[in-house]
């Protein structure tokens, strides 16, 4: 049975059978800078109802606090916490912290989890996006560590764990940190705008009669990669992904094979290529591969667009196109606005307070995607893709529409309330049954939260074709493999190149290609090859790889395979999924020298004496004292199917 008791002195603690999970106490900041923190504020009432315990505080400042704690009906325990101001003027606040937590006091009777104990505890650092390739990494507390929107304490050995995360993404950026002055106690913070979020303003502030905080749910247990699930499973069911029934999308996208080299021939040279070289070989899903145009394609004339469009799908493929909509590259913010005339790019800029342009960042100024003028401009452009036919579209950038800042809305003041209106504003324009037909999206550099919106999410920024890739891809499976599924359609993992991706100058060898490859398959995934088929090498080394029924039937069954171990900074080299009533393994490769990678069957929740083919080499592997050996010098992957 899991509940909340109130222990005095503004702390209460969090029970689950004989443990005690956690301590914690609250606080809240007014925008004015006056602040109620429950340890020295006076609990004026305290309710207990339908088992929700709700605690008032009032503070020294004329602040009230209410805190609310509750277990779901799925067992999660949460928290949120109100500010209101004590004379019933407008509450206003940029940051609330419903929890301030650490391990619970030592008390006869009760247990704390062993994870509190535990000198090696890590702490999973989620990051708010992927853009200049952030990745997940997983260290020691420290004062000042930060992750966002949740976290979770675990120990490595045993796997015991303590999950920590919002539970709402409406209006709060939310993040989890370590105190400053004791790296043991860390903050569920509401409020977060910072480096990590590449904010340069700060967070927005909310108003009402009273500004809640959103909620954070806690969930304990024997293995922190169950928790991730469950959380996940939780967040599923408050918000579902939006649904695509038409298969993985298997095809090609132009950015890593040709970058700005894309042009009309190049781009149905390489659809021609997919339909005349890959389809008869396996290397398609429910008939169809996708062409996908990413940026560049402006060089091309709508007609000429539309026209391809149609060629591709008069030979049985679809057509992709791409589009940065919360991001502005150019360089003229006088320049005429597509789609809107008489009006400039400039009056569609975020600024800050004082009407300054925000700073660019990754190359570009977000716009206000809360003004008028921005969704007609969208509106122009989506309809477009629509009318010629497209049925695909990467949409980058989007990182951008969640940057704090002052809108034309004055209603949405803060990034997450302004990222969550745009996202619904594209997924409307493209909705199946206002255009008649499906329409694949594709969010790229987008925050892991708010989810729901798109059919996939790229997990990594640029990921290519080299060791170095393959290991930041794996980084991102290792600790995001859960979102795929329950929070988006498709954990998207980004272009699979096979031979060298523009501004290379060296191919990747045969072993990088096959694990760069592996890694998508077992992503959840996206399939969407990118080299330059005008290299005859290219060709050669596609054919051979991405023509693979058995491979390519694991990618398509929509299964992300679970990690066997973290790894601190870095990846997993094990990774396990059953598919179709088969045990499978992908074992990695990314270090130069020569190593055995080992598998420990039991710990990875497999058979300790079943014997294995892998689907590349056709290679038996033998389960032996429990475990799988596989010795490899650079590179490579295993793709292992139980026989």
Same mark, same amino acid.
């Given at each position: ?18 443990? %005690? ?22 609990? /004026? ?32 325990? &949460?928290?949120? !916490? ?72 675990? #120990? ?7 999950? =920590? ?41 909310? %108003? ?26 939780? +967040?599923? #069911? ?6 695509? /029934? ?65 060629r591709l799908h008069q030979a049985g493929q679809k057509a992709g196109i791409y589009d940065a909509p919360f991001a502005f590259f150019g360089k003229d913010t006088q320049e005429e606005i597509p789609g809107v005339p008489g009006h400039s790019y400039g009056e569609i800029l975020l600024r800050d307070e004082k009407g300054r342009?925000?700073?660019? =960042? ?6 206000? =995607? ?13 309809? %477009? ?56 999206? #594709? ?38 493999? &859960? ?45 969407? +090859? #990118? ?15 991405? !023509? ?36 499978? =393994? ?8 020569? /190593? ?19 689907? &590349?080499? *056709? %290679? ?13 010098? *650079? ?9």
């Amino acid at each position: 049975m899991t509940g909340w008791i109130y222990t005095g002195n503004g702390f209460w603690e969090l029970e689950a059978g004989e443990k %005690r999970i956690l301590k914690a106490y609250a606080r809240a900041e007014s925008a004015d800078g006056r602040y109620v923190d429950t340890r020295t504020a006076r609990l /004026e009432g305290q309710t207990l109802e339908n088992g929700l315990l709700a605690l008032r505080f009032l503070g020294e400042e004329g602040l009230v606090l209410t805190e609310r704690l509750g277990v779901t009906d799925e067992g999660i325990a &949460w928290a949120d !916490c109100t500010l209101q101001e004590a004379d019933g003027t407008e509450a206003a606040s940029r940051l609330l912290t419903p929890l301030v937590f650490c391990a619970p006091d030592a008390k006869e009777g009760h247990r704390a989890p062993a994870v509190w104990k535990d000198l090696w505890l890590r702490m999973l650092c989620v990051p708010y996006d992927n853009t200049m390739w952030l990745r997940y990494e997983a260290l020691p507390l420290k004062s000042g560590r930060r992750s966002y929107d949740l976290t979770v304490l675990y #120990s490595e050995s045993s796997r015991e764990g303590i999950l =920590v995360g919002a539970l709402d993404f409406d209006r709060w950026k939310n993040g989890i940190v370590c105190s400053a002055t004791d790296a043991n106690t860390l903050e569920a913070r509401c409020g977060m705008a910072d480096e990590g979020t590449h904010d340069t303003q700060p967070h927005g502030v909310l %108003r009402g009669t009273e500004v809640s905080s959103s909620r954070f749910g806690i969930l304990y247990g024997a293995d922190y990669r169950k928790l991730l699930e469950a959380y996940g499973d939780f +967040l599923s #069911s408050e918000r579902p992904p939006l649904k695509w /029934e038409h298969g993985v999308p298997f095809g090609f996208n132009s950015w890593a094979g040709l970058a700005f080299r894309l042009n009309e021939a190049r781009y149905e040279g390489s659809a021609e290529f997919l339909r005349t070289e890959l389809m008869n070989g396996g290397y398609e899903n429910q008939g169809t591969t996708y062409a996908n145009l990413d940026a560049g394609w402006n060089v091309m004339a709508p007609e000429r667009l539309a026209a391809q469009a149609q060629r591709l799908h008069q030979a049985g493929q679809k057509a992709g196109i791409y589009d940065a909509p919360f991001a502005f590259f150019g360089k003229d913010t006088q320049e005429e606005i597509p789609g809107v005339p008489g009006h400039s790019y400039g009056e569609i800029l975020l600024r800050d307070e004082k009407g300054r342009l925000l700073p660019r =960042v990754d190359g570009a100024i977000p716009y206000d =995607v809360t003004h008028p003028l921005w969704e007609e401009m969208t509106r122009y452009k989506f309809n %477009r893709f629509v009318e010629w036919n497209y049925d695909y579209v990467k949409v980058d950038f989007m990182t951008h529409g969640g940057m704090e800042g002052c809108r034309y809305d004055k209603t949405v003041s803060t990034g997450r309330q302004a990222i969550n209106r745009a996202y619904a504003f594209l997924d409307a324009l493209l909705d199946e049954g206002r255009i008649g037909r499906p329409f694949f999206i #594709s969010l790229s550099i987008a925050p892991i939260f708010p989810y729901g919106y798109g059919h996939a999410r790229r997990v990594s920024c640029d990921a290519f074709g080299t060791a170095q890739d393959v290991e930041y891809e794996l980084n991102s499976h290792t600790y995001g493999w &859960w979102l795929s599924g329950r929070l988006y359609q498709y954990n998207d993992p980004d272009h699979i190149v096979l031979y060298k991706s523009f501004g290379m100058e060296k191919a990747s060898t045969e072993g990088e290609a096959r694990a760069r490859y592996t890694t998508a398959v077992i992503g959840g995934t996206v399939m969407m +090859l #990118s080299d330059d088929y005008e290299l005859l090498e290219a060709g050669e080394r596609t054919r051979k790889l991405a !023509c693979n029924p058995a491979v390519n039937r694991i990618a398509a069954s929509q299964t992300a395979f679970l990690p066997a171990e973290s790894a601190a900074d870095s990846a997993s080299t094990a990774y396990s999924a059953v598919i179709d009533g088969k045990a499978c =393994v992908a074992l990695f490769h990314w270090k130069p020298e020569k /190593e055995t990678v080992v598998l420990d069957a039991a710990r990875a929740g497999l058979k300790e004496d079943a014997e294995y083919t892998d689907l &590349w080499s *056709g %290679r038996s592997f033998q389960t032996e004292n429990g475990r799988i050996s596989w010795e490899i010098e *650079g590179c490579d992957a295993l793709l292992l199917q139980e026989r």
